[in-house]
Nanobody
Framework: VQLQASGGGLVQPGESLRLSCVAS???????VGWFRQAPGKEREGVSC????????YYIDDTKGRFTMSRDKAKSTVYLQMNSLKPEDTAIYFC?????????????????WGQGTQVTVSS
């Protein structure tokens, strides 16, 4: 039972990436979040989608640039990241959240996925 994130890479400012998070051996219909951790910084919640009605939340810095989506049939969630900035550089993790409601607090994570590195640099 695991989550596997992929899709990271090295891009220039203003470019886009789409991250994927695939669940193996379970259906990813939980409340799911994307987190990131930049060098020397604490891990922070970036986006979260609730299991009940797919209400989605974003931190202010990513609103209008990032879009989270889910494909239940594929047990996959996505994070489309547009207009990337150097400050978006971090390792990005997907995670299932305890309970039905979103939280950007890592302490409310039930299961972490492996991270994928996103580097935005010219």
């Amino acid at each position: 039972v695991q989550l596997q994130a992929s899709g990271g890479g090295l891009v220039q400012p203003g470019e886009s990436l789409r991250l994927s998070c695939v669940a193996s051996r379970f259906t990813l219909d939980n409340t799911v979040g994307w987190f990131r951790q930049a060098p020397g910084k604490e891990r922070e919640g970036v986006s979260c989608m609730e299991k009940t009605d797919s209400t989605t939340y974003y931190i202010d810095d990513t609103k209008g640039r990032f879009t989270m989506s889910r494909d239940k049939a594929k047990s996959t969630v996505y994070l489309q990241m547009n207009s990337l900035k150097p400050e978006d550089t971090a390792i990005y993790f997907c995670a299932t959240i305890k309970g039905a409601y979103c939280s950007g607090d890592p302490h409310f994570v039930y299961r972490w996925g492996q991270g994928t590195q996103v580097t935005v640099s010219s």
